[in-house]
C-alpha cells in the first residue's frame, strides 16, 4: 500500500489545519491507520490511530480532546483535523498503516507516507 500525507503547512498558535492520508488502492481499508510526527532532533512519535472500520481511535494525551482522527473506506483517505494547534505540534507528520488495530507503535506499522511539515508559530 502506498500513502500520500498531504495538508500540512503554516499557521498561528490557536489555528487549525487538517491532513489527510490517500491511498493507493483499495485494500487500505483492511489496515488500521496512525498518525505520528517527527520534530528534529525527536524519534517519531505516536498522535493517533483509528481501525480499519473507523469505530475505534485511540489518541496521544498531548493531542487528545485537540486532535480528531477519522477515515472514509470509499475514497481510501484518513484525515487528521487539528484544532488549537500550539508550537509544540509543531514536525513532520506521517501517516501509516498496519496490519494492528490500535498499536502506538511505529514498528509495527509497516507502511508509511512521505510525510508534511506543520509549522505552528507562537
Not at 62 to 74: E, H, P, Q, W, Y
Not at 98 to 104: E, H, L, P
Request: aromatic share 12%.
Amino acid at each position: 500500500v502506498q500513502l500520500q500525507a498531504c495538508g500540512g503547512g503554516l499557521v498561528q498558535a490557536g489555528g487549525s489545519l487538517r491532513l489527510s492520508c490517500a491511498a493507493s488502492e483499495h485494500t487500505f481499508r483492511n489496515y488500521a491507520v496512525g498518525w505520528f510526527r517527527q520534530a528534529p532532533g525527536i524519534g517519531r512519535h505516536f498522535v493517533a490511530t483509528i481501525n480499519w472500520g473507523g469505530d475505534s481511535s485511540y489518541y496521544a494525551d498531548s493531542v487528545k480532546g485537540r486532535f480528531t482522527i477519522s477515515r472514509d473506506n470509499a475514497k481510501n483517505t484518513v484525515s487528521l483535523e487539528m484544532n488549537s494547534l500550539k508550537p509544540e505540534d509543531t514536525a513532520v507528520y506521517y501517516c501509516a498503516a498496519s496490519s494492528w488495530s490500535g498499536s502506538i507503535s511505529p514498528s509495527d506499522y509497516a507502511f508509511w507516507g512521505q510525510g508534511t511539515q506543520v509549522t505552528v508559530s507562537s
